[in-house]
């Protein structure tokens, strides 16, 4: 009933509290719902983040086979398949940064990261690159660190939460997989880029282990103990190494559960006998005749082979201080600077007729040097600085919900791989987690103006514009029933097509030409001088054969098949003294051949003014 006070309605006191209350109630309803979208839309962007990771660590056959299965160049079909899997993110990462209270990058992030894009754009733009396409992979690869950068540090805690169970699920995958198949390169091709990516899942999971419960918990533990597993079979020593180191800085790190410290500063202990024992554990490959055996831990995992790679690195980047060789031009590039040392054990030895070029730096900053220079380095280096010390940061800290901290450990676990090997610029599987990882660390609360929205999505849609043409069915058969695929416009494609029509008499001259393509693309390459020597030498053109073998020998002087065949050329044009000094070297190399040196004073012999002018006799032997 309502009663009438100096004409005004008059509503009971109960009854008026809770008509005012509604509206709050509704209100508060409204935000509570708001955030539930806001905290779900987060874990979708999360495992949108990890989708690169995730499709290439795929190791099934069924409903569809693994990606990059068979591919000869699986680096070009990741960056292509990674660049294209972050654009549900860049979609999503639009709406999750709207609004004032987000989490951002710091300024000096925004900083670095500009200074690295402008680097990668300049280098490309400004340099001289032969290499076109592995320039198109390293673009695609710089415009895709924004999205994975800013999608990272826009998770809130349960997003975070679920970033790390993804990550720790996709280590196992990629780890358990590889050793359940026997193929211990795994769905990557390679046993050093697998262990990579699957390191920061494998230290998140042992963090998990000591922070987490139930489930989680089982899943942390097996998926630090298949990693750990697949580092002493493989071997991979750098990766062993990275997860003891990690896990040692956060054993020091006060922690609320009094026996973690003791578990991880195990774990790390463990890792570390891994990389010590397990490698020298696993069969290693017949050695080349007549080579000698390295021995020692110098030799175990490329130890050696790295630190004389390294030691030339610099003279690399003092030839472009500025803005590098070119993004993906260090493969092209390279080579002449290679320690001669290094080109030998890095082809099976000395003696070994065989060639191998380097891929990549095997370090992370070295990488971008080189092809980035200064500028490059400035900018990865400083994301990598600002990273590394706002882990450092999380793990002093030691937050009650532990994903900040394990977050924190896999970052600084992939910053020790990224020293011995070259992750975050050369594996798109673990440079698209990597760079997501270091924006979670490196969030802090702020306003994302619309700009940067903007910019984000257009690095991203750019790269996989540019990502198209590498896709993995692009890829070829290369003939083989069920074999390897290649790209058609890779330099090895260049190279296979040029040796088949080397093989027929009739192509003698396309083939010609085909290795001057291959030369064009790779300045630098021992195999196309080698070949165009041959052809040159068999059409009969001695003094350009001859010009094109010495080429190939300055770049690799320790080439005992070059060597050889140099040998042969001037003992039958009639230089007895050019052609013993070669028969010599090769024996202070450690490759003495008594039947090579009779062979060759028989020819030395033969020699004379008459058959000095006539074409001689050439073979490649293939010693």
């Given amino acids: 009933m309502r009663a009438r006070i100096h004409g005004v309605p008059h509503k009971h006191p109960r009854l008026g509290a809770c008509t005012a209350a509604a509206p709050g109630r509704a209100f508060s309803q409204m935000n509570a719902d708001a955030m539930d979208d806001k905290r779900r839309t987060e874990r979708i962007l999360a495992l949108f983040l990890l989708l690169p990771a995730a499709i290439l660590a795929w190791p099934f056959s069924w409903p569809v086979a693994s990606p990059l299965a068979g591919d000869l160049l699986p680096h070009l079909a990741g960056t292509a398949l990674a660049a294209l899997a972050l654009l ?62 800013l999608g990272g540090a826009t998770l809130g805690t349960g997003a975070r939460r679920t970033l790390c169970t993804a990550a720790t699920t996709i280590s196992l995958v990629l780890t358990g997989g590889a050793i359940a198949g026997q193929e211990l390169a795994g769905t990557l091709g390679n ?147 290679r320690d001669p040392t290094e080109a030998r054990l890095s082809a099976g030895g000395p003696c070994s007729p065989d060639e191998r070029e380097v891929e990549h730096a095997h370090h992370d900053l070295l990488q971008i040097a080189a092809e980035c220079g200064g500028l490059g380095l400035l900018g990865l280096g400083g994301l990598i600085l600002l990273a590394g010390l706002s882990s450092l940061g999380r793990l002093r800290e030691n937050p009650a919900e532990g994903s900040d901290a394990a977050l924190a450990v896999g970052v600084l676990a992939l910053f020790a791989g990224g020293l011995t090997h070259a992750p975050l610029t050369t594996s798109p599987g673990a440079s698209a987690l990597g760079f997501t990882l270091m924006g979670a660390v490196l969030a802090r609360p702020g306003t994302v103006q619309r700009w940067l929205i903007g910019a984000t999505l257009a690095s991203s849609l750019a790269a996989a ?81 001859r010009v094109a073998w010495e080429e190939a020998l300055d770049i690799d002087p320790g080439h005992p098949r070059i060597r050889r065949n140099l040998a042969r050329l001037a003992a039958d ?11 010599a070297g090769l024996a202070s190399d450690g490759c003495p051949d008594e039947d090579f040196a009779a062979e060759i004073e028989s020819r030395i012999a033969a020699a004379n003014p008459s058959a000095a002018s006539q074409s001689p006799t050439t073979r490649d032997d293939g010693r």
Avoid at 222 to 241: C, D, I, K, Q, Y
Wanted: proline content about 10%.
């Fill in 88 to 149: 549900p993110a860049a979609g999503l990462l639009a709406f999750t940064m709207k609004g004032a209270g987000a989490l951002s990058l710091p300024r000096p992030a925004l900083l670095a990261l500009a200074l690295l894009l402008g680097a990668v754009l300049l280098s490309a733009g400004l340099g001289s690159g032969s290499d076109d396409q592995e320039m198109t992979r390293a673009l695609a690869w710089a415009l895709t660190i924004p999205v994975a950068l």
């Fill in 191 to 337: 046993t050093g880029v697998l262990s990579m990516a699957a390191l920061p899942g494998a230290v998140i999971g042992a963090m998990l282990l000591v922070g987490a419960s139930g489930p989680r918990r089982v899943l942390g533990a097996t998926a630090a103990a298949a990693f750990l597993l697949h580092a002493g079979l493989a071997p991979s020593l750098g990766g062993a190494l990275a997860f003891a180191a990690a896990l040692g800085v956060a054993a020091v790190c006060p922690r609320d559960v009094k026996w973690g410290s003791a578990l991880l500063a195990g774990l790390a202990a463990l890792g570390l006998a891994t990389a010590l024992i397990g490698g020298p554990l696993r069969p290693g490959p017949e050695p080349i005749p007549g080579s000698p055996v390295p021995t020692g831990l110098a030799e175990t995992g490329g130890v050696r082979v790295r630190l004389l790679v390294w030691s030339r690195v610099p003279s690399l980047v003092a030839e472009h201080p500025l803005l590098g060789a070119g993004p993906g031009q260090f493969q092209a590039t390279f080579p002449p600077h």
């Fill in 465 to 545: 514009w540019l990502a198209w043409p590498l896709l993995p069915w692009v890829a070829l058969p290369t003939g083989v029933p069920d074999g390897p695929r290649i790209h058609p416009d890779s330099v090895l494609a260049m190279e296979l097509q040029a040796q088949a029509l080397e093989a027929a008499p009739s192509t003698k001259e396309a083939a010609l030409d085909a290795w001057q393509g291959v030369l064009d693309r790779r300045p630098f390459s021992v195999v196309a001088w080698q070949h165009v020597g041959l052809l040159l030498l068999q059409r009969g053109d001695l003094p350009a054969g």
């Fill in 573 to 583: 044009s009639g230089r007895p003294d050019e052609a013993r000094n070669y028969v």
